[in-house]
């Protein structure tokens, strides 16, 4: 199970270091949950600092973006090597709002993904269908696309490494929810695709959903077979609710022993 907090474009260097001391200080010393969070760039050194001495399999932090390139006249751009000297171990690739806003397609992901595994760090692969899609009964052929194309070239072992989150792109911060068996049935055909179609040990990998999960909700999805978690957005901004859904994690993560 895997908790993991995207920050998108909120919190300051400052209000993340503040954010990090209180959610440390109430942290449980039980927890079972790890807790990745995913600041934007300007936190990432602060989170290096207060996380120091913060055991991974508790807290650890990584980036949400990444450029493909090691190094360059890419105006903007951060690369992998850059992510890991700041210390970050994670790396999210395909986010939905950087298909859509930014137009990145599966080719390019791919490059995003090899950069994030040439430095040993985990990405965190998003895919996801719209409304319309959905609608228009193309999900099943959208998520073969985004793993296939994503994936092309990698091998067992790379795919393996990768952590996958569905987010169903009409559910992110809409506050519309996919039910939890809406959420199972995509996570199982998530998994049989890793397994028939790139052969690799599907059961090993963790498959998280994304999509306006709150403390309400989280439980009932989490307790779901094929969900090893959660890529949480506007949920993760606050000290209380974050250690919410924590709190559901653990709870079903004792249940499910």
């Known amino acids: ?70 190094k360059g006249a890419f105006t903007g751009e951060v690369s992998a090597s850059m992510l890991k000297d700041c210390g970050c171990r994670w790396a999210t690739v395909g986010h939905s709002e950087r298909r859509r806003i930014f137009g990145e397609q599966n080719e390019f992901l791919n490059k995003k993904l090899r950069a994030a595994l040439s430095q040993n760090l985990t990405p965190i692969y998003c895919i996801g269908e719209t409304l319309e899609e959905r609608e228009a009964g193309k999900l099943e052929e959208i998520l073969v696309t985004q793993l296939t194309e994503g994936f092309e070239g990698l091998s067992s072992a790379s795919v393996e490494r990768t952590v996958i989150a569905y987010e169903p792109v009409w559910a992110i911060g809409t506050g519309k929810t996919a039910t939890p068996e809406q959420a199972q049935e995509a996570h199982a055909f998530v998994r049989r695709t890793l397994a028939d179609k790139l052969q690799v040990n599907a059961r090993k990998m963790e498959i998280l959903y994304g999509g306006s999960v709150t403390p309400e909700n989280a439980y009932s999805l989490l307790s779901q077979k094929d969900i090893d978690g959660a890529l949480v957005g506007g949920a993760s901004l606050k000290v209380d609710s974050l250690l919410s859904l924590l709190a559901a994690s653990d709870r079903v993560l004792q249940e499910k022993k």
């Open 1 to 70: 199970m895997l908790l993991a907090a995207n920050w998108k474009m909120n919190k300051t260097p400052t209000e993340a270091r503040a954010f990090v001391r209180e959610y440390l200080v109430a942290l449980p010393r039980d927890v079972k949950t790890p807790t990745v969070i995913l600041p934007p760039f300007p936190a990432l050194t602060v989170l290096a600092e207060e996380l120091e001495d913060v055991p991974p399999e508790k807290v650890s932090f990584g980036a949400q973006n990444l450029h493909n390139e090691v």
